[in-house]
């Protein structure tokens, strides 16, 4: 893939830590999702409020892990 647009010289590759404000959000969604998850769960069962965390991470974890993912991810630049 070019670095540039022949035509226009338009950069397609992001800087690094473009995504990283995306991440903070996403994050932060899922932790409030996980939240109202768990107090609906609460609300909804007689569990206690160990079990409904760990229910309602589990049930929304993936959106943490890829947060976790993209926040640790290393890039390896390539030498010719």
Known sequence: M???CPACGLRFNREPGYFLG?????????LA?????GAILWWLTTWSLTKVAIWAIVLRAR???????TCCQRTVEKVD
């Open 22 to 30: 995306a991440m903070y959000i996403s994050y932060g969604m899922a």
């Open 2 to 4: 070019n670095d540039r």
């Open 63 to 69: 959106g943490l892990v890829c947060a976790r993912d």
């Open 33 to 37: 999702l996980i939240f109202v998850f």
